[in-house]
């Protein structure tokens, strides 16, 4: 994971005071409109003075705004600062327990075939999951208990570099129903796209109908976002079919999470 200087993530990570406004900000936001400077120095650690700088100064930039007598409420422009900066962090987090800290503990794998304890055996990713079996591999582990074909198996000690890519994501806008709905849609195009992939996640009615409409089944719909994202980071090509007014918010996200993604025009001629 490549950390890029203009990158939140960056900006908190290799900044205190960075790191201790987004904290400020937070509290902000939580405890909103009557702020208790005092506990917050005494919850982060620092001076009343400190938090009261800070709080101005997240005043000046406009993410807090004032409203007389120890007053303040958290302004648009804080909370998208915030999103951005807490987005940032939860891919590093995620890259950190799925990438690094996974390296030395036991991973989870489907085996592929009878498998006993102690054997050494080949890691590899098939369908977005992990399977293990006697087949050479990229990587290797140890199997840490017996497992009968299709059943789940702990693998310590791996070692080498399991092949694995991202997926891509393809993103589907769908009107809201304001402006026309699923009835836009060009069910033509749309199931084209979700003919090819292998996972499918909806987001509002307007695109559930939609999807319907084309001939085709979403995988997902209550928390759709989450999962077409951990679909293409198990390696899966996914579709979200998205409407119009949280577009711009998934892309954000798909931003964060580094994953490669296609924009579709669904509307009809």
């Keep these: 994971m490549k950390i890029r200087d203009n990158d939140p993530l960056y900006i ?15 509290e902000v936001a939580e405890h909103q409109p009557s702020i208790r400077q005092q506990e917050i120095a005494v919850k982060m650690g620092v001076t009343p003075q400190a938090v009261s700088e800070y709080i101005r100064e997240l ?7 004032s409203q007389g ?65 006697y087949k050479n591999a990229s990587a290797t582990g140890i199997a ?7 059943m789940d ?13 991202y997926g891509i994501v393809h993103v589907c806008k769908v009107p809201r129903i304001q402006r026309g709905g699923s009835g836009k849609v060009s069910t033509e195009i749309l199931r084209d796209i979700l003919e090819k992939v292998d996972f499918v996640g909806a987001v509002g009615i307007e695109a559930d109908i939609a999807i319907k409409n084309s001939g085709m089944k ?4 209550f928390g759709a976002a989450e999962g077409v994202i951990e679909a293409g980071i198990h390696g899966l090509e996914s579709a979200i079919v998205i409407v119009d007014e949280d577009f711009t918010d998934f892309l954000k996200r798909l931003e964060s999470s580094g994953l490669r993604y296609i924009i579709h025009d669904l509307i009809s001629p």
């Design 12 to 26: 908190i990570l290799r900044s205190k005071r960075e790191a201790t406004k987004f904290q400020i900000l937070v």
């Design 144 to 150: 840490v208990a017996d497992a009968k074909s299709g």
């Design 59 to 65: 005043v000046d930039d406009e993410m807090v705004k």
């Design 69 to 133: 007598r120890g007053s303040y409420v958290i302004t648009p422009k804080g909370v998208e600062w915030v999103i951005n900066n807490a987005e940032a962090l939860e891919s590093y987090a995620k890259h950190i327990t799925r990438d690094i800290v996974q390296q030395v503990s036991v991973w989870t794998a489907i085996a592929d075939c009878n498998i006993l304890a102690g054997e050494k055996v080949g890691v590899y990713m098939k369908d977005g999951f992990l399977h293990a079996s």
């Design 218 to 221: 979403a995988n997902t719909f």
């Design 153 to 165: 198996i702990g693998i310590s000690d791996l070692t080498g570099i399991i092949d694995h890519s």
